[in-house]
C-alpha cells in the first residue's frame, strides 16, 4: 500500500512561486529516483524534473532557470520549487517514485496548479 501525497499547489499569478511538496509512505523499497510530471487539460502528461538518489538532476527545457527539485532521501520526500510561473505552468502535478529493483514506479494523486496572467 504505498502512497504518494502532493500538496502545495494552488492558484497564483504569472511570475509568482509555489513550492510543491511529494511525501511517500508504505512499502517501498530503494528509491532510484524521484520526480515531477505535469499534465494540462487535453495534454500528454510530461516530465517536469528529475532528482536521483545520487543528487543529480533533470529539468524539462521549458522550466529551466525557473524551477528547482530538491529530495530528503531519510524522508522519502521531494519538493519543487517553481519560481517566475507562466499561465503556460498550469496543470495538474504528479509525483513519481521510481524503485530500484525491481524497476517500476509509483504514483501520486496529483495537485492542480493555475496561474493567472
Known amino acids: 500500500q504505498v502512497q504518494l501525497v502532493e500538496s502545495g499547489g494552488g492558484l497564483v499569478q504569472a511570475g509568482e512561486s509555489l513550492r510543491l511538496s511529494c511525501a511517500a509512505s508504505?512499502?517501498?523499497?530503494?528509491?532510484?529516483?524521484m520526480g515531477w510530471y505535469r499534465q494540462a487539460p487535453g495534454k500528454q502528461r510530461d516530465l517536469v524534473a528529475t532528482?536521483?538518489?545520487?543528487?543529480?538532476?533533470n529539468y524539462a527545457d521549458s522550466v529551466k532557470g525557473r524551477f528547482t527539485i530538491s529530495g530528503d532521501n531519510a524522508k522519502n520526500m521531494v519538493y519543487l520549487q517553481m519560481n517566475s510561473l507562466k499561465v503556460e505552468d498550469t496543470a495538474v502535478y504528479y509525483c513519481?517514485?521510481?524503485?530500484?529493483?525491481?524497476?517500476?514506479?509509483?504514483w501520486g494523486q496529483g495537485t492542480q496548479v493555475t496561474v493567472s496572467s
Open positions: 532528482i536521483t538518489t545520487g543528487g543529480r538532476t
Open positions: 513519481k517514485i521510481t524503485e530500484l529493483i525491481p524497476t517500476r514506479d509509483y
Open positions: 508504505g512499502s517501498i523499497g530503494i528509491i532510484a529516483a
